[in-house]
């Protein structure tokens, strides 16, 4: 028999191409062996190359279909990608922690895709600290980092989660992460820094899901985020198109 696989919940954006969101979400769930669910912010139009329409679909159905599938599921973790506002991610944060209050969350903050096409209301940053409490770890790329930091939102460490800085787009040190905990910094490393990576759309997507699927399986956030790194790298290395095979 089988052990049961603890259930995970991407809650991000439909991208037709599956390189994103909840697609490539639900790839990553069934290779780190979690069961996977998904709910639908936004049904955008794009490929690997370019994003032609963006439509959010309206809040309280996202946190309806939530909370039917918190009921009949348990839950152990949550993936949060694409966004509209602040507003959302507070009454989707609301909402799971009113069933599961032990949920663990990881918020990968997309402001932009690499195709340049906007995600989330900037003018709402403000509105985030409140939020940030009650998630466990957010996962900005590096650009994203600056962006929020330069609109104030990691001033108060003590009112932030755990941040994972990627660092796909880093410049001094590609591919080198930092995890901010406790304003403590600890850098993950690519493993094999001799080995050729193929730059991916949808790879802060998959880093994110197999962070939230080791925190189902019970490790804690550094734990996850070490391993998380390990499939990201399987995954860049896996063939040099924008769209990646998980292996
Ligand atoms: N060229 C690369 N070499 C090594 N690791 C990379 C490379 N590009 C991205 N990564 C890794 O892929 C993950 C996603 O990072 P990043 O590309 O910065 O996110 P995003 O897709 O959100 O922009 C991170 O673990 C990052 O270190
Ligand atoms: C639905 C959806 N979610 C996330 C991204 C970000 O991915 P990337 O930054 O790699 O383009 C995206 N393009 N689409």
Not at 57 to 76: F, G, T, W
Not at 131 to 157: A, C, G, W
């Amino acid at each position: 028999m089988q052990a049961e696989r603890p259930f995970v919940m991407s809650i991000a954006g439909y991208d037709p191409s599956g390189g994103a969101g909840v697609l490539a979400d639900n790839k990553t769930f069934e290779q780190l062996k979690v069961q996977g669910l998904g709910v639908c912010t936004a049904i955008t139009l794009q490929t690997e190359s370019e994003c032609l329409s963006l439509n959010w679909q309206p809040l309280e159905e996202i946190v309806s279909a939530i909370d039917i599938l918190m009921k009949n599921y348990h839950v152990e973790s949550f993936k949060i990608g694409v966004i509209k506002d602040a507003q959302f991610l507070t009454q989707i944060v609301e909402k799971i922690k009113s069933i599961n209050p032990e949920a663990k969350i990881v918020w990968d903050p997309v402001l932009k895709s690499t195709s340049e096409f906007s995600f989330f209301d900037l003018n709402t940053i403000s509105e985030l600290e409140n939020v940030l409490k009650h998630i466990d770890l957010m996962t900005p790329n590096y650009h994203e980092y600056q962006v929020l930091r330069e609109n104030h939102l990691f001033e108060k460490s003590e009112n932030s989660c755990s941040v994972l800085i990627k660092g796909g787009h880093r410049k001094d040190q590609l591919g080198t992460d930092v995890l901010v905990q406790s304003g403590k910094e600890i850098s993950i490393h690519p493993t094999d820094k001799t080995s050729v990576y193929y730059p991916k759309h949808g790879s802060g997507c998959v880093l994110s899901s197999a962070i939230a699927s080791h925190l189902a399986l019970g490790k804690n956030i550094e734990d996850a985020c070490r391993n998380g790194k390990l499939y990201i790298e399987k995954f860049l290395k896996s063939n040099p198109t924008l769209l990646g095979f998980h292996v």
